[in-house]
């Protein structure tokens, strides 16, 4: 197809994976941890909600420098990893760990606003019924927040899908491996000729936005039931 | 045989209460707020006394003094709630099987008995509030419980509506043989179903009586059920 250059096709393929990767890397972290913030009592939980929230405060460019920090090369955790084989640093691998960074108070927040929404005179009736922890959450807490996890999944989906300064401070901007759709766009606004390009990407990431926020809309919109609400 | 004694200050509310029954349906019977529907959450296990000790047929399920508390879960208490509480996802045939042990109930003749049939596949938010109440009773019955717990059954309903889920009850009271502890703060109701009739108010048991003196203490003839129109 002709509609976008190799190169811009390659841009896009590769922020789609990203953002389909990071979003399903987070999710099951996600849920565990939006679960313990909405049912447990957590002698930790300002520290933990505050650093939580630290990826969407703080200024993206600082997250990707302390990534690279930890998991470059020469970082505590990138050593070791090093050791195993294992590089993330300016690696397409090391940009699903940004996005999935910094989507990650996204999902949690949603899931655990769900969570939140699900009666928990519901999950006390199955105590009853004699289901453990993990058969009411299976069965109860879990089915009854999926449009507020699918929604989550969407916010944090289009959050990594344009990530951009956690990403070129962490894995750079290697044209086939770590350019995603918005550093290809940065790329060719600082390339002479190159405004026709950033057209056609700007005009790809308002349809990917589009299509993602309408999904989200849908979701918040039939949001469950949350539980059988008194008649 | 329930044994019941319990402790709890909540504030300025506090619960004090000693029972002991063996008879097939002992009612608590009192004013709104005086408790009693804490004591099913109790004997259910999804409230926890700083103080007592429940027994059921000699199976201790909570006892303070020994560091006794089972699990809500292990309990096997079925607990009919006043708010229904099916499960809005599932429909009715998933609601009854939800609290299903192997081999320990037998579903058709329980969807008999409470003539569910033609409710099996539908969702709890398209059944009735007297369709709703005969689901919850089914559902607590199938999980096999020691004893029945029935928290203001009729309540809620209309009064064609209280008429029918009122004769399921008595002819489960006729046809089965598990122990219910029926709260009510209807006296008809009461009179209509219970053995033992515990007067409950302000946390502490005022009275125990038996059917014929509760009928005799509300002032009139030892209570007769009111007529009931035939199973629809």
């Known amino acids: 197809m002709s509609l976008l250059a190799p190169d811009e096709w390659q841009a896009l393929a590769l922020s789609l994976r990203v953002g389909v990767l990071a979003t399903l890397l987070s999710l099951p972290p996600a849920i565990a941890l939006a679960w313990a913030l909405s049912r447990r009592r957590l002698r930790a939980r300002a520290l933990v909600e505050a650093l939580l929230f630290l990826p969407l405060v703080l200024p993206p460019v600082v997250t990707g420098y302390a990534l690279l920090a930890l998991l470059g090369r020469h970082g505590p955790l990138g050593a070791l990893l090093a050791e195993a084989g294992i590089v993330v640093a300016f690696r397409w691998t090391g940009a699903v760990i940004a996005a999935a960074v910094m989507g990650f108070p996204l999902l949690v927040m949603s899931i655990r606003v769900a969570f939140d929404g699900v009666d928990r005179r519901l999950e006390a009736a199955a105590e009853t019924l004699g289901a453990g922890a993990w058969r009411r959450f299976a069965t109860i807490t879990l089915p009854l927040s999926l449009r507020g996890i699918g929604a989550g999944c969407v916010l944090a989906f289009a959050r990594a899908f344009g990530e951009f300064g956690a990403t070129i401070s962490f894995v750079s901007n290697i044209p086939g491996e770590t350019r995603t759709l918005p550093i290809a766009i940065y790329e060719l606004l600082n390339t002479p000729g190159g405004t026709p390009g950033v057209h056609r990407l700007a005009l790809v990431s308002l349809a990917v936005a589009f299509a993602a926020s309408l999904l989200a809309m849908r979701f918040m919109r039939h949001a469950a039931p949350a539980g059988e609400a008194r008649r | ?232």
């Open chain 2, 1 to 232: 045989m329930i044994e019941l004694a319990l402790r709890h200050a909540f504030g300025d509310f506090r619960i004090d209460v000693s029972l002991r029954s063996d008879v097939r349906v002992l009612a608590l019977f009192g004013p709104s707020g005086a408790g009693k529907t804490r004591l099913l959450d109790a004997i259910a296990g999804l409230f926890a006394p700083q103080e007592g000790r429940i027994a059921i047929d000699g199976e201790v399920l909570l006892d303070t003094a020994r560091g006794i508390a089972q699990p809500a879960a292990r309990r096997r208490i079925g607990y009919v709630f006043q708010d229904g509480r099916l499960f809005p996802h599932l429909d009715v045939r998933a609601n009854l099987r939800y609290g299903l042990r192997d081999g320990s109930a037998d579903v058709t003749a329980i969807v008999e008995l409470l003539g569910l049939g033609p409710l099996l596949a539908r969702r709890p938010a398209t059944l009735s509030g007297g369709e709703r109440q005969r689901v919850a009773i089914g559902r607590a019955l199938l999980s096999a419980p020691r004893a029945l717990l029935l928290d203001e059954p009729l309540t809620g309903l209309h009064a064609e509506a209280r008429a029918q889920v009122l004769d399921y009850l008595r002819r489960l009271k006729r046809e089965l043989r598990v122990a219910a502890v029926l709260v009510s703060h209807h006296a008809d109701e009461v009179a209509a179903l219970a053995d033992e009739v515990a007067c409950i108010e302000d946390g502490r048991v005022l009275a125990q009586l038996d059917a014929a003196g509760f009928g005799l203490a509300r002032g009139g003839a030892p209570a007769t059920p009111p007529a009931a129109p035939p199973l629809a």
